[in-house]
């Protein structure tokens, strides 16, 4: 039996017990290549000890697609809290690991390509050292799961610095009001910011930067979460749940991936947006906490969150700015404008997200075909970098080779429902690299991207 979980020092209002389901039989599919975890027997000796009552499922709340629904953790749980050579203590949480008193009407169960897809796109978020929740390993379960199609039964192993999100701090509110939230407050404190008597509005504050920033990574990688309910953002500034997410191939401003996003809510250009939505819930929720006036505190949240737009757009044009090989030592109006341009004629042209500003290199090198851009703006980015000796190694620094395409996801999950794991393998060794000239392993996973499908392998999990 694992030691006692910090997290259940909070009132059980917050969580319940709940173990591991007995599984037939648990087989280790793929793992990461840290080699600092645990080795895949140590993971299975692990997680076939079903009596291990120290594992917890979190309860937490949400606003998923605008509505407000009591949730938690139904087919996942928390199952150990490990500590950082720098002292952080971590989550280590299971995902597909069985039913819960919280599963509500599910049946706790995940499938293997959708836990396929979380591990190959948080590796390749790791690799890039974009802030994301890991995937540690992957292991079938001896069970058969139905969905769209049956799929060998899957749990994926899965580290975050927390599972604290949005709707958790919206169901403390909800279920047991200033004083549940405030206990939340100190707990969170302590975890990310090692302060106890953090305030409700720096915490506010805290996460404002965070997710602004990492929206705006988002937005530089072409990436649609497509499921960004409250539920799904966490304090930690992590990006958590790859559900129906997907990288732009053909950009377009309103791309949606997710087939339940019917009315394109959570399409790429509407991120920023909704992160900001979602961090008016989160102030709702401290709105108590943050000054005893109501009005006073309404006042000093709307501050915090009027920080989002600044924070979001100075980060989206530092970026941008690395993106097209410029020096983002100082703000320029110029290159914001330079950088949306290049977007608009992306889109007008259907040119591919990625390898738009990989094709930049060919324009510096004098070969090669260049970006599916007009000549006048071309001109405008001559003008800008030339003469600039650090033009390529800022655009070949900035701009990732490999991108984990929804496409490649597809054959490599299906080629090991097929019996074969060798491209899952070789994509992995490929996606851990994602900035290096390219691999014996990675060359296959460059270009040319398939034609854009409409329906990708996207739907929901559930
Ligand atoms: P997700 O789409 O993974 O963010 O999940 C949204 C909510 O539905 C969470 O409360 C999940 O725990 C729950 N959920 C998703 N799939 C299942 C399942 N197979 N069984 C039980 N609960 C589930
Ligand atoms: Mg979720």
């Not at 984990?404 to 690299?433: C, E, N, S, W, Y």
Request: aromatic content about 10%; glycine content about 8%; some cysteine.
């Amino acid at each position: 039996m694992n030691s006692p979980l910090s997290y259940t020092t909070l009132p059980e209002t917050l969580w319940a017990p709940a173990n591991v389901h007995k599984f037939p039989a648990l087989e280790w599919v793929i793992g990461s290549f840290d080699g600092t975890e645990l080795p895949p027997r140590e993971w299975i000796r692990l997680i076939a000890d079903t009596e291990n009552s120290s594992s917890i499922a979190q309860a937490y709340g949400g606003h998923q697609f605008g509505h407000w629904n009591i949730l938690g953790d139904g087919r996942a749980l928390l199952f150990q809290e490990i500590h950082a050579k720098n002292g952080d203590l971590f989550d280590i949480g299971l995902k597909g690991s069985g039913r819960t008193p919280l599963s509500r009407g599910g049946d706790g169960r995940a499938q293997l390509g959708y836990m396929l897809k979380e591990f190959l796109i948080s590796e390749w978020f790791h690799a890039m050292r974009i802030p994301t929740t890991r995937s540690l390993g992957v292991l079938t379960t001896g069970e058969t799961v139905q969905r769209e199609r049956p799929e060998p039964g899957a749990v994926l192993i899965r580290k975050a610095r927390s599972h604290i999100r949005v709707g958790t701090f919206q169901f403390a509110a909800a279920k047991g009001g200033a004083s549940l939230v405030k206990e939340l407050l100190q707990f969170t404190g302590v975890r990310h910011l090692r302060n106890k008597d953090v305030s409700a509005l720096d915490l506010l504050r805290k996460t404002v930067e965070s997710q602004a920033k990492l929206i705006a990574v988002w937005m530089s990688i072409g990436f649609i979460h497509g499921v960004m309910n409250t539920d799904n953002m966490t304090i930690s500034g992590e990006t958590i749940d790859f559900g129906p997410c997907a990288f732009q191939d053909e950009f377009h401003f309103d791309q949606v991936y997710s087939q339940i996003d019917q009315n394109g809510r959570y399409a790429y250009e509407n991120q920023p947006h909704i992160a900001l939505w979602n961090l008016y819930r989160l102030a709702e929720a401290l709105l108590p906490l943050i000054d005893g006036d109501q009005d006073h505190a309404r006042q000093k949240a709307k501050e915090a969150l009027d920080q989002f737009n600044t924070i979001y757009d100075s980060e989206w044009l530092r970026l941008f700015q690395s993106k097209l090989g410029i020096s983002p030592a100082h703000s320029d109006t110029d290159d914001c404008t330079l950088a949306k341009d290049f977007l608009s004629e992306m889109e007008s042209n259907s040119a591919d997200f990625t390898n738009s500003f990989l094709a930049l290199e060919d324009l510096v090198l004098g070969q090669g075909p260049g970006p599916k851009v007009s000549t006048a703006w071309t001109t405008r980015w001559l003008a800008r970098t030339s003469k600039k000796p650090d033009t390529l190694t800022r655009l070949q620094s900035s701009n990732p080779r490999i991108i984990p395409r929804t496409h490649f996801i597809k054959q490599a999950i299906d080629a090991v429902l097929a019996g074969d794991r060798k491209m899952l393998t070789d994509f992995h060794a490929a996606i851990t690299h994602p900035m290096v000239e390219l691999t014996q392993d990675g060359a296959g996973f460059k270009n040319p991207p398939l034609p854009h499908e409409k329906v990708p392998y996207t739907t929901c999990g559930t």
